[in-house]
T-cell receptor, first 112, second 113 residues
Framework: KQEVTQIPAALSVPEGENLVLNCSFT??????LQWFRQDPGKGLTSLLL?????REQTSGRLNASLDKSSGRSTLYIAASQPGDSATYLC???????????FGTGTRLQVFP | KAGVTQTPRYLIKTRGQQVTLSCSPI?????VSWYQQTPGQGLQFLFE???????NKGNFPGRFSGRQFSNSRSEMNVSTLELGDSALYLC????????????FGQGTRLTVV
């Protein structure tokens, strides 16, 4: 059974810092891993999708890596801004479950 | 192109009533999945529809049901509402099943009183 864990649960940092958010999964037989952002009371915005054959993906100030052997993915946010404040969720879709299994998220606050 | 559209955005219902939520996926996408999000349980998978067929189902009681139409639009129905059904219901649209990027709507906030 796939279980996805995110650490830390919450993070508060000053503007400009580089951040690393962690995501761990127990079943390494995954199709892909996807990172999302969620603002309070809103839906999920897709940030990055990493296919199982890939090691990393980049979009602007965001970089996500994937290490299937260790069951880990990291989301790196460079030069954080107050507008980055949100909850970040990772989700894995594995061959066994064929559905997105979500972590509990990391709530990020970036203060000026 | 238009994103995933969920209607209504907000709903208030009374215990025992039933409710129907709607999701229109991105044009060309044939798979729609539904999720329930609560503070205590996080995001939980309800079911997935592809080409009008339910192909995957989560661990929810039979009061939760859904369907998909030929234009890929999907509806979700909850009967005999309970207070614990209060949640944000999200739908995700993908081009096909499995290994593709999922795009979510803004959700329907259901409050059961």
């Amino acid at each position: 059974k796939q279980e996805v864990t995110q650490i830390p649960a919450a993070l508060s940092v000053p503007e400009g810092e580089n951040l690393v958010l962690n995501c761990s999964f127990t079943d390494s037989a995954i199709y892909n891993l996807q990172w999302f952002r969620q603002d309070p009371g809103k839906g999920l915005t897709s940030l990055l999708l990493i296919q199982s054959s890939q090691r990393e993906q980049t979009s602007g100030r965001l970089n996500a890596s994937l290490d299937k052997s260790s069951g880990r993915s990291t989301l790196y946010i460079a030069a954080s801004q107050p507008g980055d404040s949100a909850t970040y969720l990772c989700a894995a879709i594995s061959y066994n479950t064929d559905k997105l299994i979500f972590g509990t998220g990391t709530r990020l606050q970036v203060f000026p | 192109k238009a994103g995933v559209t969920q209607t209504p955005r907000y709903l208030i219902k009374t215990r025992g009533q039933q409710v129907t939520l709607s999701c229109s996926p991105i044009s060309g996408h044939r798979s729609v999945s539904w999720y329930q999000q609560t503070p205590g349980q996080g995001l939980q998978f309800l079911f997935e529809y592809f080409s009008e067929t339910q192909r995957n189902k989560g661990n929810f009681p039979g009061r939760f049901s859904g369907r998909q139409f030929s234009n890929s639009r999907s509806e979700m129905n909850v009967s005999t509402l309970e207070l614990g059904d209060s949640a944000l219901y999200l739908c995700a649209s993908t081009f096909r099943t499995g290994n593709t990027e999922a795009f979510f709507g803004q959700g329907t906030r259901l409050t059961v009183v």
